[in-house]
């Protein structure tokens, strides 16, 4: 096409004036502006309705979780031995002190008379501590699973 024919097309063209222009390009900014805020709002609403049912998922989960936790830590506990090693404890020591008696009276080892002696004094010498360590892993439990996670909002 001929340079002077699309001179005169453009002459044909209503003219305007540069403000009308500015105006024009004020209104696309604005739009580009609210096309990017919008599209930024949008990803965060719909990532705030999908975390809804995540985190109901995650409720669920915990709930089953920590219902499964507490009847295996309470059976354990309760219906375990567990509870009774204090007693058993002193109960054990008191016989071994009998029997380390005799032995004595008799000029022998206690392990002579009775064949598991040095392993049940052991054990009976170690019960305290690990009852004790036993305490702080229960509390352990019982406190973790009272507490959440960090509040990050």
Partial sequence: MDENKIFAIFKKLPKQDKNTYKLKKVKLSLKDDLEETYEEFRYAYEEAVSGIDFMENWIERISSFKAELSNAVDNYVINGAVGSLEEYTTELKTKLETLELGARDLGLEP??????????????DDADLAYKEFLEKYREVVNDSNNGLNDFL
Wanted: glycine share 0%.
């Fill in 111 to 124: 392990s002579e008379i009775w064949n598991w002696y040095d392993e049940a004094r052991t054990d009976a």
